[in-house]
């Protein structure tokens, strides 16, 4: 099992930067891929960023290609999401989330909250 520990999130205004940041225990970070979701209120959740258990592959979406970036550093077990140029849209609980590559297995870190005032 992994257990994962999302922090970084806060009150920014439009426009500027923020860093989450997902921690993981265990010795197998590498095996797992793993992404950032958001869920704003009264919304469904939205799959922001994923990078696979390697770093060489990056997902985003849409909604943040060119803004947000998802480095991770196996070596610290660690993911980050690097959200520059924040719009009031990008208010949300952000979620890290690991797979174990090639099964279903799933863990979830808790959430931090980004608000973005305009």
């Known amino acids: 099992d992994v257990q994962l520990q999302a922090s970084g999130g806060g009150l920014v205004q439009a426009g500027e930067t923020l860093r989450l940041s997902c921690t993981a225990s265990g010795r197998t970070f590498g095996s797992y891929d793993m992404s950032w979701v958001r869920q704003a209120p009264g919304k469904g959740p939205e799959y922001v960023s994923a990078?696979?258990?390697?770093?060489?592959?990056?997902y985003y979406a849409d909604s943040v290609k060119g803004r947000f970036t998802i480095p991770r550093d196996n070596a610290k077990n660690a993911v980050y999401l690097q959200m520059n140029s924040l719009k009031p849209e990008d208010t949300a609980v952000y979620y890290c989330?690991?797979?174990?590559?090639?099964?279903?297995?799933?863990?979830w870190g808790q959430g931090t909250q980004v608000t973005v005032s305009s």
């Open positions: 989330r690991a797979q174990r590559m090639g099964t279903t297995t799933v863990y």
């Open positions: 990078t696979n258990s390697g770093g060489g592959t990056s």
